[in-house]
């Protein structure tokens, strides 16, 4: 009834999980943060426990529903020379798009079993969503350290209800990235390490052009590959995208203005531009100031976009 529900809401996959301390992954998680890959994302290194156990997030609870959004749209923006956007950004923000849909699955569950108690995630509270997607049988957590389905590849977000309602759990889903190693090798900074399942977020390029509130170090001036907001490479060219379709979100469609938009519009872009085009998107996170640090840094080495050598 609950998997019915999600999907007639939007959702993809819906899986299951005990809710329980992740102790394997919770040594996984210090190491990465004793090694700095973190970089200047301080909150991740706080509420620990919280993030490694849930039941300190819902007491007493039993069950984390893990569930999928689609988001992929194979749309490219016509000027080979424009500056990149993620496509996860090329619509309304997901935070606020797909909570509203998780709010009303559990208000769902609420009537149709009773008094439930549960709280509603969307990469916006310390939940290791991917280790839950994995636990859960949504996908395994690929080279690239993203969450892969056989099935829908790993163009979706993920989200999560953490509740005290006790369910049949599902079983993991094996690694089926086997020797590929493509999004290693396609990674324009590297940040994959070279046996991949680890990545160094201080030399991802969504890290550089998001999450990084200070200069971008003039060592990666060369290596951006033309990304202004985010970046899809080590997605792109991973064999088990062949199977995304495109979404059926009305709310993730991209602003008539933004793909058609060339690199001259991007140099010259105006704060009344950007507030219209990015007026309920998550590229507002960046602020206008933010985006046009961006542009100015990759038109410096003379050359937005150079070739889409990443294209599968």
């Known amino acids: 009834m609950i998997r019915a529900e999600a999907r007639r809401l939007g959702f993809g996959f819906v899986g299951f999980a005990k809710a329980e301390r992740l102790d394997e992954e919770a040594h996984r998680l210090e190491k990465w943060l004793r090694q700095g890959a973190h970089g200047r994302m301080a909150y991740m290194e706080n509420h620990f426990d919280l993030r490694v156990d849930p039941t300190k997030l819902v007491p007493g609870a039993k069950t984390v529903i893990c569930l999928t959004f689609n988001y992929f749209n194979p749309e490219k923006q016509p000027d080979q020379e424009a500056p990149k956007i993620s496509q996860y950004a090329y619509g309304e923000d997901y935070h606020s798009v797909v909570k509203d849909r998780l709010r009303a699955l559990l208000q769902f569950m609420r009537t149709e079993i009773g008094e439930i108690d549960g709280r509603c995630f969307v990469d916006s509270a310390p939940v290791l969503e991917r280790e839950w997607a994995q636990r859960a049988g949504i996908g395994w957590n690929g080279r690239n350290t993203l969450t892969i389905h056989p099935r829908q590849g790993s163009f979706f977000f993920l989200a999560e209800i953490i509740c005290d309602l006790p369910l049949l759990y599902d079983d993991p889903i094996r690694d089926h990235c086997g020797t590929c190693r493509r999004c290693i090798d396609a990674c324009p900074t590297e940040a994959i390490s070279q046996e991949g399942y680890w990545l160094d977020a201080s030399k991802c390029i969504s890290y550089l052009t998001i999450e990084l509130r200070d200069e971008i170090p003039e060592g990666f001036r060369e290596q951006m590959d033309g990304w202004m907001f985010g970046c899809d490479v080590c997605q792109d060219v991973c064999p088990w995208n062949r199977f995304s379709e495109r979404h059926a979100e009305p709310a993730f469609e991209p602003h008539p203005e933004l793909l058609p938009l060339d690199r001259r519009g991007w140099q010259e ?16 996170r960046v602020k206008y100031a933010g985006l046009k640090r961006n542009i100015a840094f990759l038109e410096k080495k003379g050359g937005a976009r150079p070739t889409d050598e990443h294209r599968p």
């Open 269 to 284: 872009l105006t704060e009344e531009v950007f507030g219209r085009i990015f007026k309920r998107s998550a590229v507002k």
